[in-house]
């Protein structure tokens, strides 16, 4: 085994040149290594993907090359988590830097989930009568929470049939942590907004009152996530009043006012697919991640794309994602040396493993 490389000196390179050693590094591997590029990752790591995607897709996408010993996702924590659960046993899945998290994962933590399973024990018997669900977007721990507990995961463009599955079981749903895409995902299924309450771990019960608890059908975790939180109803009024007639599409982790204004929700895949199905000329405006939407504007210049927000909004914590730390995880890789490996523990691995299938099932 060789000498490892160091991160610092790649900072002391100019583009072309990290550009070069990236693709240098790259052939030299092969089909021994696969690189996932998330939708929402910046365009000077987005290009060097071998696969691109929404997370679940990705992590099913890898699982599916045999020959791949290495999994580089350039994504976030959780996103190499499911990669990890989903892989083959002689696969290694790697973050490039452990720094990129989801602020909105981290809003659900697993003794919060435990401690609010064990408090509504005191007002209804959760077992009996609650189906937890987690995002996605989420640690496995919760993803094993869900696995233990009869429940399953979701993404945001399958969350309405996921809860459909959900009632179908129990009376009532637990939804973490994003609350905003279990409101807009229960509300497209007719469930009032007064039969969902919002569970704030910071709170005792959650900051409900028992009967609260006992007539709500939906209770959402109070977490959301800050680069869609940041639209507003009043950008899309801007907007149809500044493009007459324009189609507004917004992810539905935005607020619920958000996307009742807009035309139509989707997930990153969504989203691409409906615009790259827009006649030439048409006009849109994209309420999700900016580096998203710019790469739409860039791939089809036929078509006016604007960003819904006036403010930069993106997804920090995958932008900790650079090309020296692609760089630095590829040229190790060829020295002999795995930088940060992620490994789900096994047990909890499969727990998770039994919430993903059980989704995978329901869709």
């Known amino acids: 085994m060789n000498t490892p490389v160091a ?30 590029g998330h939708h929402y990752q910046r365009e000077e790591v987005y290009k060097f993907a071998d696969l691109t995607g929404d997370s679940l897709k990705l992590a099913r996408l890898a699982s ?70 987690t995002y996605v977007n989420s640690a496995a721990d919760l993803k094993a929470f869900c696995g233990d507990h009869n429940g399953t995961v979701c993404t945001s463009s399958n969350a309405e049939h996921i809860l459909t599955w959900a009632f179908d079981q129990r009376e009532k749903v637990l939804f973490f942590p994003d609350q905003h895409l279990g409101r807009n995902a229960s509300a ?17 019960m959650g900051g409900l009152t028992a009967e609260q608890i006992k007539e709500a ?23 149809r009043e500044r ?43 994209i309420g999700t991640e900016l580096n998203l939407v710019n790469r739409l504007k860039h791939e089809m210049p036929d078509k006016e794309i604007h960003f819904l927000s006036p403010s930069i909004c993106m997804c920090s914590t995958m932008f900790r994602i650079d090309p020296q730390h692609l760089c630095w995880t590829l040229e190790n890789l060829l020295e002999g040396h795995v930088v940060n490996p992620i490994t789900v523990p096994a047990r909890e691995a499969a727990s998770a493993k039994i919430a993903l299938e059980r989704m995978l099932a329901i869709v």
């Open 217 to 239: 059908k939906v209770i959402l975790w109070h977490g959301f996530c800050s680069v869609h939180q940041m639209f507003q109803p009043q950008h899309i009024d801007m907007w």
């Open 7 to 36: 991160l610092e000196p790649l900072y002391e390179l100019d583009d072309a040149q990290l550009d070069a050693r990236i693709e240098a590094a790259k052939e030299k591997l092969g089909e021994s290594c696969v690189i996932l």
């Open 188 to 204: 497209k299924l007719g469930v009032p907004l007064e039969k969902m309450v919002v569970w704030d771990p910071n709170e005792e």
């Open 243 to 285: 493009i007459p007639g324009v189609n507004v599409m917004c992810h539905p982790e935005c607020s619920y006012e958000v996307c009742q204004k807009a035309d139509a929700l989707g997930s990153t895949e969504g989203i691409q697919a409906a615009v790259r199905a827009g006649a030439p000329g048409s006009k849109w405006v």
């Open 64 to 133: 599916q090359r045999p020959n791949a010993k290495h999994i580089v996702f350039c994504g976030v924590h959780f996103m190499a988590e499911v990669a990890d659960i989903l892989s083959s046993p002689e696969q290694i899945a790697i973050l490039p830097d452990l720094n990129a998290g989801c602020s909105m994962a981290d809003m659900a933590d697993l003794p919060a989930v435990e401690e609010c399973w064990k408090q509504l024990a005191t007002v209804i018997d959760p077992e009996a009568s609650v189906t937890p669900i």
